[in-house]
């Protein structure tokens, strides 16, 4: 069973911003695109970032507005989410997830497995 792990969520205050982090217990995802998406109380789950499985691609979800960067480390088997100028609308639970190919990608149903989400938490 591969495990991912996301961490670096916290409670920050608006214009601030938080680097969060995800791995895989099983290196599962070294070869495949990874995503991140987030979910607010009452809403559906929604995309945020993706990479490829290089680095070479990355898509971004319009909303961002440009204040998010997705990178990932091979070697170390981590991948990052950069958070910045965060608002309060930005809170939510962020949830790493492995994608079944190579590519990045933004609709759920491209990703195998997904990690138990990190809180993040926006003040204004």
């Known amino acids: 069973q591969v495990q991912v792990i996301e961490s670096g969520g916290g409670l920050v205050q608006a214009g601030g911003s938080l680097n969060l982090s995800c791995t895989d217990s099983r290196r599962a995802s070294s070869n495949n695109g990874m995503g991140w998406f987030r979910q607010a109380p009452g809403k559906e789950r929604e995309f945020v970032a993706s990479?490829?499985?290089?680095?070479?691609?990355?898509l971004y979800a319009d909303s961002n507005e440009g204040r998010v960067t997705i990178s990932r480390n091979r070697g170390k088997n981590m991948v990052y989410l950069q958070l910045k100028n965060l608002k309060p609308e930005d809170t939510a639970t962020y949830y790493c997830?492995?994608?079944?190919?190579?590519?990045?990608?933004?609709?759920?149903?491209?990703?195998?497995?997904w990690g138990q989400g990190t809180q993040v938490i926006v003040s204004s």
């Open positions: 997830a492995v994608a079944l190919s190579s590519s990045a990608a933004t609709l759920r149903s491209r990703y195998r497995y």
């Open positions: 990479i490829s499985w290089n680095g070479d691609s990355t």
